[in-house]
């Protein structure tokens, strides 16, 4: 089974502190994906890597940046947290080599809050 | 710009009914569409994905159509069971593998 797995699950930081998400995944998938979650929003792109060391934004990357040095890990950093960062952050990765099974995989989330 | 819409927004019903979420998307453009539960504070785990060329998939107790043409797609449950509350969520995806993503069918099925 394909298992994605993130760093925290329930993280509490200051307003102004740099914060690091990391997701790792064991199926050596290419494509990985970082969603957040909010109550009436719905799950919202924040950036996406196709490859090491490749990212793209989504819909909302202001605030945020992203690292894939390694296939199986892909980092968000917040360079300077903010309360309305507060949310629910989701990891999901995916095989593009094959079309026809190329399900979303996610991991469990991290709770974020920002004081 | 693609948009997902979910109806309904809840829904409660009595163990042992049969039971239909909808999903409905604004531009029929898609590669695949999926449908996610996802449990409270939990991540999301993906229950069926139907391509754009298929009409419609099953597992178990789901099954899941798509009407590209109309941009429409129903989750059926049959013989729903307590363990199935959960928020649903339906997804499209574009050639770049990204997902939209509906706001979701909140389910209770009560004892």
């Known amino acids: 089974d394909v298992k994605v797995t993130q760093s925290s699950r329930y993280l509490v930081k200051r307003t102004g502190e740099k914060v690091f998400l990391e997701c790792v995944q064991d199926m050596d998938h290419e494509n990985m994906f970082w969603y957040r979650q909010d109550p009436g929003l719905g799950l919202r792109l924040i950036y996406f890597s196709y490859d090491v060391k490749m990212k793209e934004k989504g819909d909302i990357p202001e605030g945020y940046s992203v690292s894939r040095e390694k296939k199986e890990r892909f980092s968000l950093i917040l360079e300077s947290a903010s309360t309305n960062q507060t949310s629910m952050y989701l990891c999901?990765?995916?095989?593009?080599?094959?079309?026809?099974?190329?399900?979303?995989?996610f991991g469990p989330g991290t709770r974020l809050t920002v004081l | 710009k693609q948009e997902v819409t979910q109806i309904p927004a809840a829904l409660s019903v009595p163990e042992g009914e049969n039971l239909v979420l909808n999903c409905s998307f604004t531009d029929s453009a898609i590669y695949n569409l999926q449908w996610f539960r996802q449990d409270p504070g939990k991540g999301l785990t993906s229950l069926l994905l139907i391509q754009s060329s298929q009409r419609e998939q099953t597992s178990g107790r789901l099954n899941a159509s798509l009407d590209k043409s109309s941009g429409r797609s129903t989750l059926y449950i049959a013989a729903s069971q307590p363990g199935d509350s959960a928020t649903y969520l339906c997804a499209v995806s574009d050639s770049s593998y990204k997902l939209i993503f509906g706001s979701g069918t909140r389910l209770l099925v009560r004892p």
């Open positions: 999901a990765s995916t095989n593009p080599r094959d079309r026809f099974s190329d399900t979303q995989y």
